[in-house]
C-alpha cells in the first residue's frame, strides 16, 4: 500500500527536532459524554473559546526532560497543539507490519469480548484506550526479543517498534473495544420477543451498523480534521503518550515498570470485592447500623444495581470506580456533584411525593410496569410481525416508569437541548462557522450551475492528495506534515455507505422489524446530519451530546406501534453518528502522530468487523447462560440486564405506545424535556452578562440537568470514592503538584485501567459464569449474596 508522497518542502524528519512537551487533560464527563477520554471545554466568553483547554492543559512527558515545574498557559489552538506535540515526521517509518496487524487483531479481540461483558454489568463502563496503548507497547517491544534467524520470525521481529505500528495496532484494537450497539437488539429480540435472528442475519446487520457511520465521513472528514481549531482533544494524551513512549525509551521503561506494580496490586486487590469479599464494593455504615430500614436502603444503599442512591456510602472496588476521574477536569466534576446532590433530592421528593404513582413500582428500575405495579408484559399488546394491536392495548393498558427512570429521560432530554444553546450562547464563535450566515443570490447560482458538472458527480475523480490549501490549515505543522501521505479517497467511504446501507435494509426485512424503506434511508439521513453538527461539538470541545433519544422520538412519529422497527430505526440512526465520531477522532490522532490517512481506514475497518462478530459471540453466551437474571428486576452485582432493558423499554414506549408521551399522556412533562432545556442557560448567561465576577458562566446545565435522574441505574456505591478521587487529583494535585501530576497521574490511571480490565476478563469467564458455569464464592458475613452486599434492607415489591 503506498501511502507515501513527495515530502513537501520545509517540513522535518528526524527526531532530533521534536519540542514535545506536554499534553491537555482530556477526560469525560457524564451521561451524554460519549467518549471516556474526552472532555468538554469551559468558554468565559464568545473570544475564549480555548481558555478552558489552556487551563487543563498539563505535562504528560517528563517534566525534568520538558523544562517545566509550574501550570502552562497557552493562548491559542495553533500554540497547543505545536507546544504540547511533536511536530516532526520519519515518512520512512512502515505501519504495515505482520506485528502491527497481529498485535492489533490480538488486542482486538481481547478488547470486544472484554467490552461486551461489560455491557451485562451493573456498572457499564468501556475498555480503556490507554490500556490497549501500554499493552500493544509492551507486546509489540517484546517481539524484539524474538530471534532473526528466517523469514517468518523476521516478520514477527522486523526491527524497532516504531510510533506508526503502534498507532496503527492500537486503532485497530480501539475500534474493535466500542461494543456494537446493534448486540443490545439482537438480546432484546431473543430476550423479549423471542425472535432470535440466525448467526448470519446477526452478524451481517452487526457489520453494516458499525460501518455505516463510517461511510458517512466521505463528506465530512477534511472539515473536521484539517482545520486547527477542531483540536480534537480526546485525541491529545494520547498522541502525547505514544510520542513519549517513542522518544524518550528510558523514561518509557520507568513508567511501564510502576505500570506493571500498580496493574499486578490492583488484580490481586480486586478479587477480593469482586469475589471473596464483595462487601467492601459498598460499604455503608448506615445500612450495618440498621438493617431493616426500606428508607435507608433507598438513600444509603448502592453495592446492588438498582438498589439506592449510595449517599456517604464508600466503594474499594476499582472494577465499578473505574478512572475517568483522574482525567475529567475540576470544574465538570464539581457541575457533576452539583447534579448529584439536585437529583438525590429530586429522586427522594418524587418518590416519597408519589409523582407519577412512584410507589407504586420500585425506586429504581428500568423495566415497564402496568398501573397496578406488575411487570408490563409487551406481549400482550402485541400482534402479528410484533406490531401493536389496538385492542389489546386498549385491554391491557399502556406501561408505566418507575419514576426515577423517568425522570432520567427527563433530565436527558432537558441536557441534549441545554447543551446546544450553552455552546450557542458561549461558544459561536466556534461553531458558526457551520451555519452560513449570509448567501447571496448569485453564489446560489453558482452552487446550482455546479451542480451540471458532469465531473462533480464522479467522486472516483477526487483528489487522493492531501489538499495543499484547506480553511483554516494556515501555520498548522501537523497538517503540512501530513501531506507527505496519500489521503484515502472519497470512493472508498462512498462504497463503505453504499454497501452497508444494502446490507442493513436486506437485513431489517430478512428479521421482519417492521421498519420500511424509506424510514430506513430517513434513519441514515439524520445520521448525517447529527454527525455534522457533533463533530463540530467534540471536535472543538471534545464533547457530543447525546442525540438517541430525539432519533428514536422521530422514529416514534414514522413508525409508530412497531418496537423492532423502532429499536432499528435507532440504531442506524444513533450508532452511525458514534461511529463516525470515532473514525473522525482517530483520524485527528493520525495527524499528530503522522499515521497515513490511508492505514486510519485499513485500522478501523479490521478492528470494527473483527469486533462486531465476536460482540456477537460474547452476548449470545452471556444471554443463553444469565437469561433469568438479566430479565430480573434487579439483577445480581455481577450481572445485569439494565442496558437491554431500558433499550427495549424505550423502543416500546417510544415505538409501540408513544401515547404515553403525547399531550393528554402520562409523561407529556418528558417530551417536553427537548423544548425545557432550550431556556435552562439563559438564566446562567444573562446573569454572568450583569455581574461576570460572580461565576455564573462556571454553570453548566446541561451536566447538571443531565444528573437530574442520574441515580436512576447503577451501582451509586462508588459515586463518594469518585468525586473524592476527582477532587483531590484535579484539585490538589494538578493545581498544588503540578510535576507529580504530570509524571504519574496518566500512568497510574492506565495501569488501574488496565488491571480492572484483565481481572474482569479472568473473572468473568473463570468463576462469573461467563462460559455457562458459575462457582459463587461460599456465603459469609461479606459476601451476602442472597441479599444486598451492603447488608441493607433488601426491598421487595409483592406485584412483582
Known sequence: MDDIAPAPKGIGTDSEKAGLSVSANTSAGPGSVKSEDSYRTKSKGNNESIEGLEKTAVQVIDPEIAAITEEIV??????????????????????????????????????????????FKPQTIGVHTIMLVILSFCIGEATRLIPVCGPITRLLNPGPFNQKEHVFSTIIASSASTTALGTMQLAAQSLYYGNQPNAASSIFMLLSSQCI????????????????????????????????????????????????????????????????????????????????????????????????????????DWVNIGTTEFYQPLGTQVNIFIGYIISIIVLLAAYYGNLWNA???????????????????????????????????????????????????????????????????????????????????????????????????????????????????????????????????????????????????????????????????????????????????????????????????????????????????MLYGSNSIDQAIGMLADLKLAQYCKLPPRAVFIAQMTGTCLGAVINWVVMNSIVESQRDILLSVEGTNIWSGQQVQSYNSDAVTWGATIHVFS?????????????????????????????????????????????LGGLSVGINSTLMPMFTIGFFVQGYLRKKRPVLYAKWNYTVAASIAGAISLISFILVFAVQGGAGEERPFPIWWGNNAEGNMDRCKKVHFPNN
Not at 220 to 233: H, S, V
Open 663 to 707: 399531550v393528554d399522556g402520562e409523561y407529556f412533562m418528558v417530551a417536553m424535556g427537548l423544548l425545557f432545556g432550550l431556556f435552562a442557560p439563559l438564566p446562567f448567561y444573562f446573569a454572568h452578562r450583569f455581574f461576570p465576577t460572580w461565576g455564573f458562566n462556571n454553570v453548566d446545565t446541561f451536566i447538571i440537568l443531565t444528573w
Open 74 to 119: 497557552l493562548d491559542t489552538a495553533l500554540e497547543l497543539v505545536t507546544k504540547t506535540l511533536d511536530i516532526t515526521d520519519n515518512p520512512n517509518e512502515y505501519p504495515y507490519t505482520v506485528r502491527a496487524f497481529a498485535i492489533g487483531i490480538a488486542l482486538a479481540a481481547f478488547g470486544a469480548a472484554l467490552s461486551e461483558i461489560y455491557y
Open 359 to 569: 410507589q407504586q413500582f420500585p425506586f429504581m428500575s428500568q423495566m415497564l410496569f402496568r398501573a397496578d405495579g406488575t411487570v408490563y408484559d409487551q406481549t400482550m399488546i402485541l400482534g402479528e410481525n410484533n406490531q401493536v394491536d389496538a385492542d389489546s392495548l386498549r385491554t391491557y393498558g399502556l406501561p408505566w416508569y418507575s419514576t426515577s427512570n423517568a425522570l432520567f429521560l427527563l433530565g436527558r432530554n432537558m441536557g441534549v437541548t441545554s447543551g446546544i444553546v450553552h455552546l450557542l450562547l458561549w461558544n459561536w464563535s466556534d461553531v458558526g462557522f457551520m451555519f452560513p450566515t449570509s448567501l447571496s443570490l448569485a453564489d446560489i447560482r453558482k452552487q446550482l450551475r455546479s451542480l451540471g458538472d458532469p465531473v462533480k458527480w464522479k467522486f472516483w475523480h477526487n483528489s487522493e492528495q492531501i489538499e495543499t490549501q484547506f480553511p483554516g490549515t494556515a501555520g498548522d505543522p501537523h497538517y503540512e506534515a501530513m501531506k507527505a501521505y496519500k489521503d484515502a479517497p472519497s470512493w472508498w467511504y462512498y462504497i463503505v455507505l453504499i454497501l452497508a446501507s444494502i446490507i442493513g435494509l436486506v437485513c431489517s426485512y430478512q428479521q421482519d422489524t417492521g421498519l420500511p424503506w424509506w424510514a430506513f434511508f430517513i434513519s441514515i439521513g439524520l445520521a448525517w446530519l447529527f454527525t455534522g453538527f457533533n463533530a463540530c461539538l467534540d471536535g472543538i470541545f471534545g464533547f457530543y451530546t447525546e442525540t438517541g433519544t430525539i432519533i428514536q422520538m422521530i422514529g416514534g412519529f414514522l413508525v409508530p406501534g412497531l418496537p423492532v422497527a423502532n429499536m432499528m430505526f
Open 213 to 316: 457511520g463510517y461511510g458517512l465521513l466521505a463528506t465530512y472528514r477534511k472539515t473536521f480534521i484539517y482545520p486547527t481549531k477542531c483540536l480534537w482533544p480526546s485525541r491529545l494524551p494520547l498522541a502525547s503518550i505514544f510520542q513519549s513512549m517513542h522518544l524518550d525509551k528510558g523514561l518509557a521503561k520507568k513508567r511501564l515498570r510502576i505500570f506493571w506494580i500498580i496493574c499486578v496490586a490492583v488484580m490481586v486487590w480486586e478479587i477480593f470485592p469482586q469475589y471473596i469479599f464483595p462487601l467492601t464494593s459498598g460499604i455503608s455504615i448506615f445500612c450495618l447500623v440498621n438493617q431493616n430500614s426500606a428508607l435507608f436502603t433507598r438513600i444509603f444503599g448502592g453495592s446492588n444495581g438498582d438498589e439506592g442512591m449510595g449517599l456517604l456510602s464508600w466503594s474499594m
